[in-house]
């Protein structure tokens, strides 16, 4: 099978992502979308950058994006660091920054185990606290990676936990807010005070732009140029001139983002009550997700499914009964809900 493989290739156990069906008219509550489409803003831009220009490579530095997210962080373009998807970012952080033993929680964004291999690291696996919080002294010292709000359970850290980590490590702590406009503080504030952390940031979730593929890294301009080194010895144009136009676009229509963040904040509350009164151990999320406990779990997601609502289930032992749902719209959670009702 694994004839002519490198022998890296042939060691890795490569992260799956979540499905992405081919079918129409299904309620897809698996992947951690935002429901909603991106500003209009952001789609006028890519129509006007898909023109004659597409000839030319784009810009290596992202200029225009860097720009536009300095200016809505108030740090430096110099602090800012693109890349395609935050999985990019957060790939090139994994080797820019950690050469040895790297931290993170067993319950944790299922794609740090993988880069951890790749790169050739050794994993501290920190378990989470029964209840599913992070235990922040455990992560006092070292190198680490933490979701902040941690995925799959939605539950944050507050920016004093951060710091105190932050102050404690002996060297980068790198901190993923793919999910923090729901509701988590962020801890760019910190970029200021100290020289080794790293926040990663996505347009997937909280701008709608999951299908553009753009996340960015905001940090000392140090290591932005220690990224920029690990980036330029990869792929000099990992965001194409669409991308470019579209997340500038995206990022300076704050208006708009935190509208919609607000309506899938409130969703998310609302049913997270209702999904408690159906029966599931529900955690306080400030994610656009919720993760319910249910002994029945396996069985509830496939009747789910012939039922045309997709959500996620993770295989690791601690988290088997439970199910990962996206906040979609409140139509889409209310066909959940009556669905749960039939099921259980
Ligand atoms: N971090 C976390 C915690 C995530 O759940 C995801 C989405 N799978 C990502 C990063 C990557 O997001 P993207 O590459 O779409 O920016």
């Given at each position: 099978?694994?004839?002519f ?6 060691a ?5 992502a979540g499905?992405q ?5 299904i ?8 429901p909603y489409?991106?500003s209009p803003?952001?789609?006028e ?8 220009a597409l000839r030319?490579?784009?810009d290596?530095q992202?200029?225009?994006v860097r ?16 890349a ?8 090139i ?6 050469d040895d ?6 319950i944790?964004?299922s ?5 951890a291999?790749?790169?050739?690291l050794v994993p ?19 190198c680490?990676?933490?979701?902040n709000?941690n995925a ?10 951060i ?9 980068v702590v790198v901190i993923d ?6 509701g988590?503080e ?12 790293v926040?990663?940031?996505t347009l ?6 999951a299908?553009l593929r753009f996340?960015?890294?905001i940090a000392?301009?140090?290591?932005i ?8 010895s990869f ?5 194409d001139?669409?991308a ?5 676009a ?11 963040t607000?309506?899938i904040s ?8 209702i999904l408690?009164e ?7 999320s400030?994610s656009n997700?919720?993760f ?6 396996e069985n509830?997601?496939a009747e789910l499914?012939k039922?045309g609502i ?10 088997q009964?439970r199910?990962r ?7 889409q959670?209310d066909?959940l809900v009556n669905?749960?009702k039939?099921?259980?």
């Amino acid at each position: 099978m694994k004839e002519f493989w490198s022998k890296k290739a042939a060691a890795i156990t490569p992260y799956v992502a979540g499905e992405q069906p081919k079918i129409k008219n299904i309620i897809k509550l698996n992947t951690n979308e935002n429901p909603y489409p991106p500003s209009p803003k952001a789609i006028e831009a890519i129509k006007e950058a898909a023109n004659d220009a597409l000839r030319l490579y784009p810009d290596p530095q992202s200029t225009i994006v860097r720009e536009a997210a300095a200016a809505l962080h108030g740090v430096d373009p110099e602090n800012i660091f693109c890349a395609n998807g935050s999985d990019e970012a957060l790939a090139i952080a994994f080797q820019a920054f950690f050469d040895d033993v790297v931290k993170f929680p067993d319950i944790t964004y299922s794609f740090y185990p993988v880069w951890a291999s790749l790169y050739g690291l050794v994993p501290e696996i920190i378990p989470l606290n029964d209840d599913f919080t992070i235990p922040v002294k455990s992560f006092l010292g070292g190198c680490c990676v933490i979701a902040n709000p941690n995925a799959p359970t939605g539950i944050p850290l507050s920016l004093d936990e951060i710091e105190a980590i932050v102050k404690a490590a002996d060297g980068v702590v790198v901190i993923d807010e793919a999910y923090c406009d729901f509701g988590g503080e962020s801890a760019v504030p910190l970029v200021k005070k100290y020289p080794n952390v790293v926040v990663i940031r996505t347009l997937s979730k909280s701008h709608g732009l999951a299908g553009l593929r753009f996340g960015y890294a905001i940090a000392d301009a140090n290591l932005i140029t220690a990224m920029d080194a690990i980036k330029d010895s990869f792929n000099s144009y990992p965001i194409d001139r669409l991308a470019q136009a579209g997340a500038a676009a995206a990022l300076a229509d704050k208006a708009y983002t935190d509208n919609i963040t607000n309506i899938i904040s409130e969703t998310r509350d609302k049913y997270s009550v209702i999904l408690t009164e159906l029966g599931f151990d529900v955690l306080p999320s400030k994610s656009n997700f919720l993760f319910c406990g249910h002994p029945d779990a396996e069985n509830i997601m496939a009747e789910l499914r012939k039922r045309g609502i997709i959500v996620r289930r993770f295989g690791s032992e601690r988290i088997q009964d439970r199910l990962r749902i996206t906040i979609g719209t409140p139509e889409q959670m209310d066909a959940l809900v009556n669905a749960l009702k039939e099921i259980i």
